[in-house]
């Protein structure tokens, strides 16, 4: 699925709405081809143990044409105050509230959300903590490769002494040296990591960065 694709959608037909209701029959209302011009993860999209239910975003020129010859159901999104300790209590008010005795019923988001969320929360840890050890492996190797070499160049400190080269200015040439030395490895650390990035992520959170 890209920029571009055509989706083709049957419809259910308003006369099958009690069939609806009371099962999951075969559309029989139009199909409508719908081109995608943007994709976009939401968090139902994820599997997280189950399967993944995909939506499709259509737009106001349909409500307003063939969208009002198929069937609808109507829901909303709300966030309760006290969390999901108050949807036993939310539902009950919400199917007595006048001219809702269709109402099908309500489901918690929450536990899809989590679902994803604990997938994905140890992977993103592991990564960190994998990235720490790798600074401070990276850490002791520089500083043990610049230590050798602060020995080697000391050699030669007698030599810019006699020059006329002070203690402040061999300093600052020996910094100057490692930091040129690390700016280019972390330029080339960085490109490497960009590489090879695509590559690292695995489960839901490789299918939220391939959306």
Same mark, same amino acid.
């Given at each position: 699925?890209?920029?571009?694709?055509?989706?083709?959608?049957?419809?259910?037909?308003?006369?099958?709405?009690?069939?609806?209701?009371?099962?999951?029959?075969?559309?029989?209302?139009?199909?409508?081809?719908?081109?995608?011009?943007?994709?976009?993860?939401?968090?139902?999209?994820?599997?997280?143990?189950?399967?993944?239910?995909?939506?499709?975003?259509?737009?106001?020129?349909?409500?307003?044409?063939?969208?009002?010859?198929?069937?609808?159901?109507?829901?909303?999104?709300?966030?309760?105050?006290?969390?999901?300790?108050?949807?036993?209590?939310?539902?009950?008010?919400?199917?007595?509230?006048?001219?809702?005795?269709?109402?099908?019923?309500?489901?918690?988001?929450?536990?899809?959300?989590?679902?994803?969320?604990?997938?994905?929360?140890?992977?993103?840890?592991?990564?960190?903590?994998? =990235?720490?050890?790798?600074? &401070?492996?990276? #850490?002791?190797? +520089? /500083? $043990? !490769?610049?230590?050798?070499?602060?020995?080697?160049?000391?050699?030669?400190?007698?030599?810019?002494?006699?020059?006329?080269?002070?203690?402040?200015?061999?300093?600052?040439?020996?910094?100057?040296?490692?930091?040129?030395?690390?700016?280019?490895?972390?330029?080339?650390?960085? =490109?490497?990591?960009?590489? &090879?990035?695509? #590559?690292?992520? +695995? /489960? $839901? !959170?490789?299918?939220?960065?391939?959306?």
């Amino acid at each position: 699925m890209h920029i571009g694709s055509v989706v083709t959608v049957p419809l259910y037909s308003l006369a099958q709405a009690s069939a609806v209701e009371n099962g999951n029959p075969a559309p029989r209302g139009a199909r409508v081809g719908f081109q995608v011009v943007g994709i976009e993860a939401n968090v139902t999209d994820f599997p997280a143990g189950v399967t993944a239910v995909y939506n499709l975003y259509t737009s106001p020129a349909f409500d307003r044409g063939k969208g009002r010859q198929a069937l609808r159901f109507y829901g909303a999104l709300v966030r309760l105050r006290g969390g999901a300790a108050d949807l036993p209590l939310f539902q009950v008010d919400f199917q007595h509230l006048h001219g809702l005795s269709y109402c099908h019923g309500i489901q918690s988001e929450d536990s899809g959300d989590t679902a994803v969320e604990r997938s994905i929360h140890p992977q993103a840890i592991g990564w960190w903590l994998f =990235a720490l050890f790798v600074g &401070l492996v990276g #850490l002791a190797v +520089v /500083g $043990e !490769a610049l230590s050798r070499q602060s020995l080697l160049e000391a050699e030669s400190y007698p030599i810019l002494e006699a020059l006329g080269f002070r203690p402040r200015q061999v300093f600052v040439l020996g910094m100057a040296r490692a930091a040129a030395i690390g700016f280019i490895g972390a330029v080339g650390a960085v =490109a490497f990591a960009f590489v &090879l990035s695509p #590559l690292t992520s +695995v /489960g $839901e !959170a490789r299918i939220a960065d391939r959306r």
